[in-house]
């Protein structure tokens, strides 16, 4: 621009004219298209323009030749340029600044080349005005040279302006307006330049006591505006002085601003008193002045600034105003600075809580704000419930913000140290939540409890039990029940378990109570309560609560073992180990039969252990031990089948020992059990044969001894009881005797082909085993009798025909039931009766007593029918005991008395019955056998000569016949 000067400068005033015109065709060609389609050479035309107007300026000056037929047209053409420029400029589609800048300084260096010599105040302020304004365009646009340029020529209009006289005083006005929007611009232009002397210098210029007074509203409105802008720049700049210059400038603005204010009526042009207060006014002023006055340092200064607005502030209905919240913001931070009491932060936070909307942003500027304030736990508790009301009373649309500031005050609460004031604050808060009738959805109840069990469990680790219960218990509130129903649950369970550590029983059991009764998990926590209290009852109630409960979990079952075990509390212990073995599954997993053996072990040395306190109920545990071992029968029946007898063989080992010793024991010592003891015999029995049949080798002959001996004992056990149920039931037991009997026929035949396989090898338990069948053989006669099976009972005595000399005794218990019956077909006891008696008489081995009144009874039976043969029968059953009567006429135990009697009268009676019917042989023989038999009787040689003379007399008499 300058060597452009230069260059022109050697041109004439008509030269320069010339160009000027011709440029102006050009540029105005291009001005005329709205698009401005070459906007850099229009640029570079316009400047060239003006650099032509400035030296025909300066040649103007040294030669005032031909001048008037140039200023005009120059002026013209200026004012053309600057009000094209002002079309610009409001054309929307076009905000090109340097467009507009070009032409203003185009327009005015031609305005100034048309300039008259000697100008007028009117010329003056005018021409001011333009350089001020392109001043201020050109600065805006960062062309700082040329603005400066101009603003000094704009300084030589002021100074010749300010010469001026004005007699009249009529023009002071708009000079004062024009020379305060010069030193405006001025002062923006240093600004820019960073040139802050200047700019200060300018300032001063504008507010001096002179100017003041001159100023109208719009130009104050104005220049605070500019103030305002200036301070708030220089606060944003780093440099340490920025606040106080910003604190200086600030300054000014308000003091314009009140100016403002009171210059304008209130009821007139409030529309610019409006426009003062709401657009930068007061409170854009107050905000960035206490805001330097902050950065600054000068807190008191500050607050003392914002305490003058705030009420006004908080009073209005616009609570969105983005500069309001600003404000509340400022005064909160300058509180911080201060250090100001906790009465003092939670008035500014309301402040900003109540006006302000509950958005997601806002919430989290809140609570990011209230970190730093962590220490003061009742400063943010009252902060974050104050969000939480406000959030509460527009739940309608701001369900989230009370999501977020619940967990923030568990967060917080979790921090402080005063438990208590801690969970009661949670409750109130939870509370109030509830009784808004706000419903949490999922995410957030869980999140809620998350952070609730999180610390309960971090005070459980610490061993602060009590603590920690409270935390759980404050996950039971009701406003987690909707969306959570099973958390209540939970957090009693979690509690209760605090109690227990903590000792407080009682306190544990009542807070287990209030759970639902079908949860696992809750009746594992009544254990625990019950095993600490030493309650065994409801221990074990609780085990068998948790066998019943859907959601059990077998693992509670094996801590509920180890807990038994620990506490020593046998009886609930060996519940446990009932339960445990329930719920097995038996299959083909030889594993799980192991440990089902190994709990049937456990339960029943456990069972046995308790039966030696006199304490206990010892018919449910010898029910108990009965049942276990039927239970242990019938895995080792499985495992026989599938072949899985060696994964156990030491378990049936010790199982039918324990049997056998327990049924044993129990035949001594335990009253009215003898089903039990039966049953125990059977299980060993059945154990037995399945360990023998189960080895590849032949057994040791003990264990068969053992077998038959259980056997025996089982089925003797059970005659036992079933003649007792008899006498206390009577005649109504037909079944149980059927069953007894067809237990006792297995039993025999078991025992008896034992025998034939020849597996007992001692003679001494030999010959017991043979007690043993025909004592079995004397129950079956016993039982078939009672049920009036006749056929059989003659079964079992021809079955004991060739039983050898030990069946005798069998004959005569089967004898003397068959003869005290008197249900007993004929038949059937003469059949028995005459087996006894040729047995006896075949091994000499039957009571001298007994024979003869078994004889008698036989011979009185065959009598009675009165065949030949049975006469037959009778009279050699007759000379047979006259053998036996002469053999034990010198022993200890000789014939009876009455019994011979009883054969002498028989003898007699029927010889002569067999005379009368000419049956002579026959009488022959019965009347010798009573001669015989008088020689055993008192008188015998009289009686016997008597039956003699009676015998020849009668012959004689039914000989002639």
């Known amino acids: 621009m ?249 300054q000014k603005s308000f003091s314009l601003a009140d100016q403002l204010e009171e210059t304008v009526a209130p009821d007139i042009n409030t529309t610019n008193a409006r426009f003062a207060t709401s657009r930068f006014g007061v409170t854009s002023l107050t905000k960035f002045t206490a805001r330097a006055y902050f950065v600054s340092g000068s807190y008191d200064r500050a607050e003392a600034t914002l305490e003058e607005l705030i009420p006004s502030i908080d009073s209005s209905s616009d609570h969105a105003n983005t500069e309001f919240q600003e404000l509340r913001w400022l005064r909160l931070g300058i509180l911080k600075r201060r250090k100001a009491g906790d009465t003092a932060l939670l008035d500014a936070f309301k402040s900003i809580v109540d006006h302000m909307e509950l958005t997601e942003t806002n919430i989290t500027d809140i609570l990011q704000d209230l970190r730093a304030h962590n220490h003061q736990h009742a400063l943010v508790t009252a902060v974050n419930q104050h969000c939480l009301q406000k959030a509460l009373q527009r739940h309608g649309t701001q369900t989230d913000c009370v999501d977020r500031l619940l967990l923030s005050l568990i967060f917080h609460c979790a921090k402080d140290e005063d438990h208590e004031r801690a969970l009661k604050n949670i409750d109130s808060a939870f509370t109030s939540v509830c009784e808004a009738e706000v419903e949490l959805d999922i995410v957030p109840t869980t999140a809620c409890l998350t952070l609730l069990w999180q610390y309960g469990d971090r005070h459980y680790h610490a061993k602060k039990w009590g603590e920690a219960a409270d935390w759980f218990l404050a996950g039971s509130h009701k406003l987690f029940g909707i969306r959570s129903p099973s958390a209540s649950a939970k957090c009693f369970r979690k509690a209760a378990l605090c109690y227990i550590e903590q000792g407080e029983y009682a306190r544990a059991s009542t807070v287990i109570r209030r759970c639902p009764a079908n949860e696992a998990k809750t009746h594992y926590v009544m254990f625990l309560t019950a095993v600490h209290q030493g309650l065994e009852d409801e221990a074990v109630t609780a085990v068998q609560d948790i066998l019943k409960a859907p959601d059990f979990d077998r693992k509670m079952l094996l801590l509920a073992t180890q807990i038994s075990h620990q506490s020593e509390m046998k009886v609930v212990l060996l519940s446990v180990l009932e339960a445990l073995l329930k719920t097995l599954k038996i299959g083909n997993s030889g594993e799980t039969v192991v440990e089902a053996m190994t709990l049937i072990r456990c339960i029943i040395r456990l069972a046995l252990g308790l039966l030696v306190d006199p304490t206990t109920n010892k018919i449910i545990l010898i029910d108990t031990v009965v049942k276990h071992f ?155 009798v009672q049920l009036k099976e006749w056929d059989q009972v003659s079964q079992v005595v021809q079955e004991i025909v060739n039983s050898g000399p030990l069946a005798l005794d069998t004959y005569e218990a089967i004898a003397d039931i068959l003869w005290t019956d008197k249900d007993c077909p004929i038949n059937v006891l003469y059949g028995c009766l005459e087996a006894l008696l040729r047995s006896s008489l075949d091994h000499n081995h039957l009571s001298v007593e007994k024979f003869s009144r078994w004889l008698r009874a036989i011979c009185t039976i065959i009598l009675a029918r009165n065949s030949e043969t049975d006469r037959v029968k009778a009279i050699g059953y007759v000379e047979q005991a006259l053998a036996v009567i002469e053999d034990s006429s010198e022993s200890d135990e000789p014939y009876p008395m009455d019994e011979r009697q009883w054969l002498l009268a028989t003898s007699y009676n029927t010889g002569a019955e067999c005379l009368h019917a000419s049956m002579l042989d026959e009488a022959k023989r019965w009347f010798e056998a009573s001669t015989m038999i008088c020689k055993f009787v008192p008188e015998g040689q009289e009686r016997a000569e008597k039956i003699s003379e009676t015998y020849m007399h009668l012959l004689s008499r039914y000989g002639s016949k």
């Open 2 to 250: 300058a060597l452009a000067s230069k260059k022109k400068a050697s041109l004439t005033l008509q030269q320069i004219y010339d160009s000027i015109k011709e440029l102006l065709i050009t540029t105005k060609s291009q001005l005329d298209d709205p698009k401005l389609p070459t906007r850099t050479s229009l640029v570079q035309d316009l400047h060239k323009v003006a650099s032509l107007a400035e030296s025909f300026t300066e040649q103007r000056q040294k030669s005032s030749k031909d001048l008037e037929k140039f200023a005009d047209t120059l002026d013209r053409e200026g004012v053309n340029l600057w009000n094209i420029s002002g079309g610009i400029r409001k054309n929307p589609e076009d905000e090109s600044r340097s467009v507009v800048a070009a032409l203003r300084l185009a327009a005015f260096r031609l305005v100034e080349a048309g300039l008259e010599l000697k100008p007028g105040i009117e010329t003056l302020l005018h021409i001011l005005q333009l350089a001020s304004k392109t001043g201020t365009t050109l600065s805006e646009t960062g062309s700082h040279d040329v603005a400066a340029s101009v603003l000094t020529s704009a300084a030589k209009f002021e100074e010749l302006l300010r010469n001026m006289e004005d007699l009249d005083g009529s023009h002071r006005p708009a000079i004062a307006c024009g020379t305060i929007v010069y030193f405006s611009s001025r002062m923006e232009a240093a600004w820019k330049e960073r040139n802050y002397t200047v700019a200060d210098f300018m300032s001063q210029k504008i507010t001096g006591p002179s100017q003041v007074s001159s100023f109208v509203s719009i130009q104050r409105q104005l220049l605070a505006l500019k103030f305002h802008h200036i301070g708030k720049a220089i606060l944003k700049e780093p440099d340490s002085s920025g606040p106080v210059d910003a604190v200086i400038w600030l």
């Open 630 to 784: 039927h239970t242990a029968r019938i895995l080792v029946e499985a495992a026989y089948a599938q072949k899985a007898t060696p994964l156990i063989s030491k378990d049936i080992s010790w199982l039918w020992r324990t049997a056998y010793n327990c049924a044993v024991q129990g035949c001594s010592e335990w009253e009215h059990c003898e089903r039990q003891i039966s049953d125990l015999f059977d299980v060993c029995r059945d154990m037995l044969e399945v360990f023998c049949q189960a080895s590849p080798i032949d057994g040791d002959p003990e264990l068969y001894v053992h077998l038959i001996n259980a056997s025996f004992s089982a089925v003797s056990g059970r005659v036992f009881a079933a003649r007792e149920n008899k006498v206390a039931n009577g005649n109504n037991v037909d079944t149980q005797f059927a069953n007894v009997a067809a237990e006792i026929k297995t039993s025999k035949n078991r025992i008896m082909e034992i025998m034939n396989k020849n597996k007992i090898k001692n003679d001494g338990d030999a010959l017991r085993v043979q007690y043993f069948i025909h004592t079995l053989q004397v129950f079956h006669a016993e039982f078939l």
